[in-house]
């Protein structure tokens, strides 16, 4: 259907050079040949038919190859036996990674969470968190949650490097549903996340981690608390949560 483009026609004849313009030169001659034998009597044209239709086929022969020797050009071309190899590639990755999952399973369920826990960042910061995606959706509905709260708390500092901040707020969500009391290690880190909000339900997970990381003894807490009340206010229109952050302000 792109040669019904009138523009990659040309471009299609000019690429071809002469080849293209003497194969149509033969096209017309042979039609003009075929309708003056139809005219002069039937049974020549069928002497002439063989013979056209011959030259026809050699003709469009001639033009496919010229065509072929183009196809970069014009088609697209799929390595299918790199996508075989990346698919097998793939596949034998799940394979390894359904087999060490289920290493680290054995070991939760032994009571072993601590080492469970170590081994699974240790597999994660070692092929640089690329996993971690795959790895989250399968523990993360473990019976025991701890190893997921322990890899997330490791991944959130790479995924705020990364810039990943959509991903970091969902991820904090999922922490604070399992532990109401969940923060991160930084103010500023917190004050970012608290910035790059931008729905109702980002609102209220960004104030929890402020309210979070200001009860924590040795922090500066007026500026997490100033910034979780303008949230509050200024965009959700709280005025309950807003108070109760006004009275944690004056108490402090």
Same mark, same amino acid.
């Given at each position: 259907?792109?040669?019904?483009?009138?523009?990659?026609?040309?471009?299609?004849?000019?690429?071809?050079?002469?080849?293209?313009?003497?194969?149509? %030169?033969?096209?017309?001659?042979?039609?003009?040949?075929?309708?003056l034998a139809l005219e002069h009597h039937f049974s020549v044209?069928? $002497?002439?038919? &063989?013979?056209? %239709?011959?030259?026809?086929?050699?003709?469009?022969k001639v033009l496919g190859d010229s065509l072929y020797a183009?196809?970069?050009?014009?088609?697209?071309?799929?390595?299918?036996?790199?996508?075989?190899?990346?698919?097998?590639?793939?596949?034998?990755?799940?394979?390894? *990674?359904?087999?060490?999952?289920?290493? /680290? $399973?054995?070991?939760?369920?032994?009571?072993?969470?601590?080492?469970?826990?170590?081994?699974?960042?240790?597999? *994660?910061?070692? @092929?640089?968190?690329?996993?971690?995606?795959?790895?989250? =959706?399968? /523990?993360? @509905?473990?019976?025991?949650?701890? &190893?997921?709260?322990?890899?997330?708390?490791?991944? $959130?500092?790479?995924?705020? =490097?990364?810039?990943?901040?959509?991903?970091? %707020?969902?991820?904090?969500?999922?922490? *604070?549903?399992?532990?109401? =009391?969940?923060? $991160? @290690?930084?103010?500023?880190?917190? *004050? %970012?996340? =608290?910035?790059?909000?931008?729905? &109702?339900?980002?609102?209220?997970?960004?104030?929890?981690?402020?309210? @979070?990381?200001?009860?924590?003894?040795?922090?500066?807490?007026?500026?997490?608390?100033?910034?979780?009340?303008?949230i509050a206010g200024a965009r959700l229109n709280d005025e309950?949560?807003?108070?109760? /952050?006004?009275?944690?302000?004056?108490?402090?």
């Amino acid at each position: 259907m792109a040669f019904l483009d009138p523009v990659k026609l040309i471009r299609f004849a000019w690429d071809q050079g002469a080849s293209y313009w003497h194969c149509v %030169l033969a096209l017309l001659l042979a039609s003009a040949c075929f309708r003056l034998a139809l005219e002069h009597h039937f049974s020549v044209f069928l $002497l002439a038919l &063989p013979v056209g %239709l011959y030259c026809a086929v050699f003709m469009f022969k001639v033009l496919g190859d010229s065509l072929y020797a183009r196809r970069d050009t014009y088609f697209s071309q799929v390595d299918f036996k790199a996508d075989r190899k990346a698919l097998a590639q793939l596949s034998k990755s799940r394979e390894f *990674l359904d087999r060490r999952l289920q290493a /680290i $399973l054995g070991l939760v369920r032994n009571r072993k969470t601590d080492q469970a826990c170590r081994e699974l960042e240790h597999f *994660l910061v070692s @092929n640089q968190w690329q996993y971690f995606d795959t790895v989250f =959706a399968v /523990i993360s @509905n473990w019976p025991d949650r701890r &190893p997921a709260q322990h890899v997330v708390a490791a991944y $959130l500092p790479v995924a705020l =490097a990364r810039r990943q901040y959509m991903q970091a %707020l969902e991820l904090c969500k999922w922490q *604070l549903q399992q532990d109401r =009391a969940f923060t $991160l @290690n930084d103010n500023e880190d917190v *004050l %970012l996340l =608290a910035d790059q909000a931008a729905t &109702p339900g980002q609102y209220r997970v960004s104030i929890r981690l402020l309210l @979070n990381r200001a009860d924590k003894p040795g922090v500066e807490r007026k500026i997490l608390l100033e910034k979780a009340a303008f949230i509050a206010g200024a965009r959700l229109n709280d005025e309950k949560r807003l108070a109760e /952050i006004m009275t944690r302000m004056h108490q402090t």
